[in-house]
């Protein structure tokens, strides 16, 4: 029986512990580093989930192997101030994880768009300076145009079209959108799909502009 006093003490109280998928497989004959002896005999791994640090993939992105030049970011992290909380504490993160590493990233912090109480469907970072650091079209979760149209530049008329899109995401005191909630209602669930589904459609032409940026400046910048 776990005692509750040092559950927290051990790895096992920290992470989800698993069976071990790796257990006596060899990769390798050689070992270069201490990595490389993570597999183990042993029985069970703990796997600790990678959103402890940061709640975005971006480390797994931003390998400078990969060479990436458009970032797509869907940020549907839980902002405990509300729904007036500005979306950008995930971001702030990963710049910051990039710049200890090395990574180039575009700014975030002190940049003025991100002191703007007025919260964007849609925020375009970018460095124009600097060719190797990745340009971040980045959604947040904000109900705000969605909540008059059906469609871009299609309003809603019914009252069930506008009760349907008439919703708080994280101002609700009921929390339907809590980071600890797992199982939703159908139209909770159609909300949010519809929601963020509606919010990438608004900004298509955006996301069109800037991949065709980018196609056009490879074309003229082959050996890069």
Sequence with gaps: MLN??????????????CFNF??????????????????????????VDS????????????????????????????RDGGDKELPFKELLKAEQWAKDR???????KGNPVTEDPNIRECYVF???DDAMCPMIVHFPIVNKTFREYLKPGVPRKTQSEKD????DIFDDPA????????????ETFER??????????????????????????????LNQ
Aim: glycine share 6%; charged share 25%; with cysteine.
């Design 192 to 221: 949010m799909h519809e929601l963020m589904k509606f919010n990438t459609l608004l900004n298509m032409d955006l996301i069109k502009e800037k991949i065709g940026y980018y196609v056009g400046y490879r074309r003229n910048n």
């Design 126 to 128: 970018e460095n124009k």
């Design 175 to 186: 929390q339907p959108y809590s980071s600890f909630t797992f199982q939703y209602k159908p």
């Design 51 to 78: 959103g402890i640090a940061f709640n975005s993939p971006f480390p797994a992105i931003l390998r400078p192997e990969r060479k990436v030049e458009l970032i797509l970011s869907f940020d549907f992290s839980q």
């Design 102 to 108: 090395g990574h180039p990233f575009p700014q975030i």
């Design 22 to 47: 790796c257990r006596g497989l060899n990769f390798k004959s050689k070992k270069d580093d201490e990595h490389d002896h993570a597999t183990g005999k042993d029985k069970t791994i703990c796997v």
């Design 4 to 17: 509750p006093m040092n559950i927290f003490s051990s790895r096992k109280g920290k992470a989800a512990e």
């Design 164 to 167: 349907f899109a008439n919703f």
